[in-house]
């Protein structure tokens, strides 16, 4: 799988250094909510990051349907493997964060992968960022990748009963919505307008569509 914002598990202790004291403030163009726009209708997508949306649309679905599903007791690897993740990340946002494994039928098999899911409240919104993805050796006690999804920490504040267009969100760590945005829209309910470097695009239902350069 093409991730083009990977990092070492070096670069997470290096965000942590950075971005300490950053709980639930909003970053200016990083994931940072902006006024609502109009919906407009889809274009045909880059050709070259049709495979990353793919990507984006068959893990956010799989992280989805493991976060929402009924608690179940993990084998002994995959339990050793959140553990490990509980004890190797230092920069949560304020809140209250969740660790789940997802393995859809294009997950690697040689390692584990375990996303770490943060929550605020429901009356201060959605939190953005930071969740993280970490793969961890099979046996669950090394970390081999780790990611965050923002460099920053940010909440979309509730939307308003009566709004019926997408919120806004810009996103620079890829140019195509990732899986977070697709969980994130199934998990809330919510349309999401991504803004990247690549153009405009829209995430409803666990979809993402291209909606263009403006």
Request: glycine share 8%.
């Amino acid at each position: 799988m093409t991730r083009n914002a990977a990092f070492l598990w070096i670069g997470i202790i290096a965000v942590s250094a950075t971005m300490a004291g950053c709980a639930m403030q909003q970053h200016e163009g990083q994931d940072a909510p902006k006024p609502q726009a109009p919906p407009q209708q889809a274009v045909a997508m880059p050709a070259e990051l049709q495979t990353a949306v793919q990507d984006a649309e068959t893990w956010g679905h799989a992280l989805y349907d493991s976060y929402i599903a009924p608690k179940v007791e993990n084998d002994k690897a995959v339990e050793r493997a959140i553990e490990t993740v509980h004890q190797s990340l230092k920069d949560h946002c304020s809140g209250t964060y969740r660790a789940v494994a997802v393995m859809p039928p294009n997950a690697p098999k040689d390692r584990i992968v375990i996303y770490d899911i943060g929550e605020v409240p429901t009356s201060q919104g959605m939190l953005v960022g930071r969740h993280y993805r970490v793969e961890t050796t099979p046996d669950g006690k090394g970390v081999l990748l780790g990611e965050p999804s923002t460099t920053g920490c940010v909440t979309l504040p509730q939307a308003a009963a009566s709004a019926t267009a997408p919120s806004v969100i810009t996103h620079d760590l890829s140019p195509a919505p990732n899986e977070y945005h697709v969980f994130l829209s199934l998990m809330y309910g919510r349309s999401l307008e991504v803004v990247t470097q690549a153009g405009h695009w829209l995430v409803e239902h666990g979809k993402i569509s291209y909606i263009g350069r403006s």
